[in-house]
């Protein structure tokens, strides 16, 4: 019986995902669902002093406040704004409803050591080992605060041996942009908010398991952790994780933008793939784009905006060498200082379109987290704002 309960549930969750849903091929990233873990009657991971559906409630409404003051384009849609009960379905509808184009769940862990700390980042996917399933079992139990939560979720029981079966034949349409998410999380988690860092994961989440949209699973901190749980506890430990993670969203969302109008301009000038390979051939050799002359008859000589796109690849808190052995070879490796970090770049391109085709090339020589990154006046912009500015000099 357990056996055909089984299969019938891995049947559901095979062939209930509607393949039109693309909504991350659209491209901009304009609407972001916020999920604080747990609430009402579930409290989540419980510390000496704090609970986790209080802790990541903070959390939540911090970074969708930094959202809406500093990215006026992008709608903040929350799961819950306060201390109720929200259901797992409920909250992957409230996203799919909407149309959203990125959920963040966040979450606070717990561990039989007091000693376990530092962040993690989860995205849907097969357990990798036991510690991975142990993280999926405890949250995924918030459905026994649920009322008829065998019929909801088809039959899946946290607490039974064959749940995990389910999860290994499911696969992420959106993987690959939730992986790229969870890094960028990470990365500023240990580069900004200085947390230690436990790594991009996979396991089962039933939250991230019927979302149509790239998905993540953020645990700040391990409550658990005396220490880690009184920095949860504060004003500052909040929004410093929040700001970590604010930050992540913002570039992924430059990075993501920038791709959907280089795909506009494929659709809409017709350029191929091939012509595309040949603009950037024919580019190598350029250092900027032909500037206007100046007007013989000012006084002041005109200064023209050169905006350019450039490849980045990797980031370090220490200044590495162009030669070092890391960049394993790439030509023309350059490097800039932003936010605190040296950022290492190839390129130097006058479009978005040959920048796309530079940055595919970079991530087929092994550097598979490489997004595109604009400059004007080598000053660095976002790439919308390097487009627009381009735009408005050929209407001009």
Not at 94 to 113: P, Q, R, T, V, Y
Request: with cysteine.
């Amino acid at each position: 019986m357990k056996r055909l309960l089984v299969i019938f549930v891995i049947g559901t969750l095979l062939f209930s995902h509607p393949c039109e849903a693309q909504n991350s091929s659209r491209g901009f990233v304009n609407k972001v669902v916020i999920d604080p873990g747990h609430g009402g009657r579930a409290p989540g991971a419980v510390g000496r002093r704090a609970k986790e559906k209080d802790i990541v409630l903070a959390i939540s409404l911090k970074l969708g406040e930094y959202i809406r003051e500093n990215m006026e384009d992008v709608e903040v849609i929350f799961t819950r704004e306060t201390d109720v009960d929200v259901p797992l379905h409920e909250r992957a509808r409230i996203a799919n409803e909407k149309n959203a184009d990125l959920f963040i769940s966040i979450h606070c862990n717990s561990a039989g050591s007091r000693t376990a700390i530092g962040t993690e980042t989860f995205v849907m996917g097969l357990h990798r080992n036991q510690a991975n399933l142990e993280v999926a079992r405890r949250e995924n139990k918030a459905i026994l605060y649920e009322d008829d939560y065998l019929e909801t979720y088809d039959g899946f029981d946290p607490n039974s041996p064959e749940a995990s079966i389910i999860f290994t034949l499911y696969q992420n349409a959106y993987l690959e942009q939730s992986l790229r998410v969870a890094s960028l999380i990470q990365e500023q988690f240990r580069e900004r908010a200085r947390r230690v860092d436990r790594g991009v994961k996979q396991a089962g989440f039933l939250v991230l398991y019927n979302l149509t949209m790239p998905g993540v699973l953020v645990e700040a901190g391990f409550l658990s952790n005396p220490r880690e749980e009184e920095y949860l506890m504060s004003e500052a430990g909040q929004a410093h994780i929040a700001s970590a993670i604010f930050r992540a969203f913002r570039s992924y969302k430059e990075e993501q933008d920038a791709l959907a109008v280089a795909r506009y301009q494929y659709a809409h000038n017709h350029i191929s793939e091939d012509h595309i390979t040949n603009l950037h051939t024919e580019n190598s050799s350029e250092t900027k784009p032909e500037t206007i002359a100046p007007n013989p008859n000012s006084q002041e000589p005109e200064i023209t905006n050169v905006v350019s796109f450039r490849v980045q690849f990797a980031a370090s808190s220490d200044e590495k060498t162009i030669d070092d052995p890391v960049f394993r070879g790439l030509p023309n490796v350059s490097w800039y200082f932003h936010e605190g970090l040296y950022k290492y770049t190839v390129g130097d391109e006058p479009s978005i379109e040959s920048a796309a085709e530079l940055q595919r090339q970079v991530q087929d020589a092994g550097f598979k987290d490489a997004f595109v990154v604009a400059f004007v006046n080598n000053e660095r912009i976002s790439p919308a704002e390097a487009i627009q500015m381009l735009q408005q000099g050929n209407n001009d």
